[in-house]
């Protein structure tokens, strides 16, 4: 399958679905202006966000539209002081060319390859270059935009929403402190251990602490302009392999480039039978089903 199949058949399962029809403001005020906080915001308690619907908000799609930050992460709950309440988002980092890092990560992957969270999508542009087959999937709508500006095939929908080739993806991205997603690790793990193939791969980085925190923060900019709260997680290696084994990832690799932690997980096959011949490789990149 080419990017640009992938992403025609993406385009129009975006529009027929219906989880996705729901999520669109109705009131015809732009999404980004419903979700906004105020330059200096009100004591007014801001109402919390499920699992699926963070980093829709303002300051982050502002920030990849610039493609500059500074962006942070405020911590909420629980509650940290001084600089340890501001995680700083890597914002110019992920809008540019993959570094050395990331090129660790995309000689490892087989396709077709999702990337979770794919932010404003520098691998899945990159994968798609090399001829890859890949998408990106992001709830946030100028992610989506800036992935397919650069060449890449991109749905808005969350990761724990309904998703093409489910149980069929080569390789799962989840890179750049997307561990967090969702707040809960291995919830997430188990999601993925779904959506890939008996034998797949899963590419992660872990935090570069040694840590395993369960938070609710929201992303803010440097004057203070916010989204609503959501739940996020911080993990390192260690808590990351223990909820991978948990939920049945096997582990086939680890390895650390420019201070960034990566590990590489495997779903087992279920016998002879399902492992990967190069024969489904390619009968894969030519399924647009
Ligand atoms: C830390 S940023 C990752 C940046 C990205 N990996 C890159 O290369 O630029 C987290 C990304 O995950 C997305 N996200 C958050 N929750 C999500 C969910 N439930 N499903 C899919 N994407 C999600 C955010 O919109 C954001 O783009």
């Not at 799609?61 to 405020?74: D, E, I, S």
């Not at 992660?204 to 923060?217: F, S, Y």
């Not at 929201?218 to 916010?226: F, I, L, Q, S, W």
């Not at 096997?250 to 002879?272: N, Q």
Request: hydrophobic share 40%; aromatic share 4%.
């Amino acid at each position: 399958m080419s990017g640009a199949a992938i992403g025609t058949e993406i385009h129009t399962a975006e529009r027929n679905d219906p989880a996705t029809a729901a999520r669109q403001p109705q009131t015809g005020t732009p999404l980004a202006v419903q979700l906004v906080a105020p330059a200096h915001p009100v004591d007014r308690p801001a109402p919390p966000v499920k699992p699926g619907e963070p980093w829709t908000d303002d300051p982050y799609a502002q920030a990849l539209r610039t493609g500059r930050g500074p962006l942070y992460l405020r911590r909420l709950e629980p509650h940290a002081h001084g600089t340890a309440e501001l995680i700083p988002l890597d914002v110019e980092r992920w809008c540019a060319a993959p570094d050395a890092a990331d090129t660790s990560v995309l000689h490892r992957c087989t396709g077709p390859v999702l990337d979770v969270g794919c932010g404003p999508g520098r691998l899945v542009g990159a994968l798609a270059a090399r001829g890859v087959p890949a998408l990106g999937v992001d709830v946030s709508p100028a992610a989506v935009t800036r992935t397919r500006r650069h060449g890449g095939a991109a749905l808005r929908r969350s990761v724990f929403d309904r998703l093409p080739r489910e149980g069929r993806w080569g390789t799962i991205l989840l890179m750049d402190g997307n561990v967090g997603i969702g707040g809960d690790l291995a919830t997430l793990l188990a999601r993925l251990h779904d959506l890939v193939r008996p034998g797949g791969r899963l590419l992660a980085e872990a935090a570069d602490e040694d840590v395993n925190q369960r938070l609710t923060v929201r992303v803010e900019d440097a004057h203070g302009r916010h989204g609503r709260p959501f739940p996020w997680a911080r993990v390192g290696t260690t808590a990351l392999l223990h909820a991978a084994d948990s939920t049945g990832w096997i582990l086939t690799g680890r390895w650390s480039a420019d201070g960034r932690p990566f590990v590489e997980l495997h779903r087992a096959t279920t016998g002879f039978d399902e492992m990967p011949t190069a024969q489904d490789e390619h009968a894969t990149a030519n399924d647009r089903s």
